[in-house]
Every structure is written in C-alpha cells, then in structure tokens.
C-alpha cells in the first residue's frame, strides 16, 4: 500500500500540472480569438472605407488610420508608412510613436537600412534584434534619439508599381513580433496599395 501511495500522489500531481496548462492554453486561445475577431471586424471597416474613396477623400488620413489600427493590434510601440519617391528615396509619410512631427517628411536614401531592402527586394522582413542584422541602418535612430529594437517591415506594391513599405517597431514589453503579426500587417500593405490606387483613378490628368 505504501509503495503504491507514492507513484499515485505523482500521477495526480502531474494530472493537476497537466489541466493547468491546458486551462492557460485555453484561455490564450480565447484571447487569441477574440483578437483576431477585433482584426477582422477592424478591416472589414477599412476596407469598405477605402472601397468608398472619392476624389475629396484624404487618402493620407485613411493610411494614418489603417496603420494606427494595426499598430495597435499587434502592439508595436511605433511604426511608420513610407512612400517611395521618384528619386528612389523613401519618405516617412505616415509615423506613429515617439518623435512623429520631427520624423514626418524625412527622407531616407534609396537602399538605406532594412526598409530600402524590402523596399527593392519587394520581401517582407520579421527582425528580431535589429542591431545585429546586417541590413540595419542606425541612420534615423541617431538623428531622432530613438532606439530601434524588435523590427517588422513589409512592401506596399502591387504588380505594376512600389509605392513604399509599412514597418512596425518595438512591440510591448520586449516580445518579438510573430508570423501572424506580419500577415496582418502585409493585409495592411495591401489595404494601401488598394486606396493609393483608387485614389490615383480618380485623380485629374
């Protein structure tokens, strides 16, 4: 009966460890999809507004809030909307976070950094650690007093043109951004092109 009691006591014990575990996985996976739900709900909006672009419509202030939306959902701290310039510069248009005003308008030479890479090999990018990838450009961080750490970036294009790249920086908390995190966003890129294009459409020749 003793030699029993103890392997029994183990069992219940990893038992009791074991429906922890699944209560917490379940209660992620509740809050995962409650999440994703919110995502869903936050497109679908964007997109009927930007299916609905007329000539008076400010197309920036629609990219300012597609990309404050998905800033949020996947809890970057910061990020920013880059047009490419015909010169084959990058052009912070949009910017969310710490130093926006300064930021906005600053022009980033063609090829700089990891953003003028996804911006020329058209590939969306998860980072990491931003410093120790090769591709990384300490350019911005030292002119505005930033700190880049965990980074995102992908390219707004569409078969016929580049118009820029979305990158979302520093997620809460020192986590790392995840697959899913760079699929909304890349749905956010596509959101864009859609606007940019519309909007180019109903512009006068």
């Not at 809030?65 to 015909?86: K, P, V």
């Not at 591709?135 to 078969?159: G, K, Q, Y």
């Amino acid at each position: 009966m003793t030699r029993e009691t103890g392997p029994l006591r183990e069992a219940l014990r990893n038992m009791q460890t074991e429906n922890t575990r699944l209560r917490d996985e379940n209660r992620e996976l509740r809050d995962e999809n409650q999440t994703l739900r919110e995502v869903l709900d936050a497109l679908r909006a964007l997109q009927d507004v930007s299916a609905s672009i007329t000539a008076n419509t400010s197309v920036i202030g629609l990219l300012d809030r597609i990309l404050q939306s998905a800033l949020t959902t996947i809890q970057a701290t910061a990020g920013s909307l880059l047009l490419l310039d015909e010169d084959g510069s990058l052009v912070f248009t949009v910017v969310h976070g710490p130093g926006r005003e300064e930021i906005v308008n600053y022009r980033l030479p063609p090829g700089a950094g990891i953003v003028g890479w996804v911006a020329q090999n058209l590939e969306p990018v998860i980072i990491p650690t931003a410093r120790l990838d090769p591709r990384f450009s300490s350019i911005v961080d030292e002119h505005f007093n930033f700190e880049t750490h965990t980074l995102m970036c992908v390219p707004i294009a569409s078969p016929r043109k580049v118009f820029g790249v979305i990158t979302a920086l520093n997620k809460v908390e020192g986590n790392e951004f995840t697959t899913a995190d760079l699929s909304l966003l890349a749905v956010v890129a596509q959101l864009a092109v859609s606007a940019m294009e519309r909007a180019e459409t109903l512009t006068p020749a």
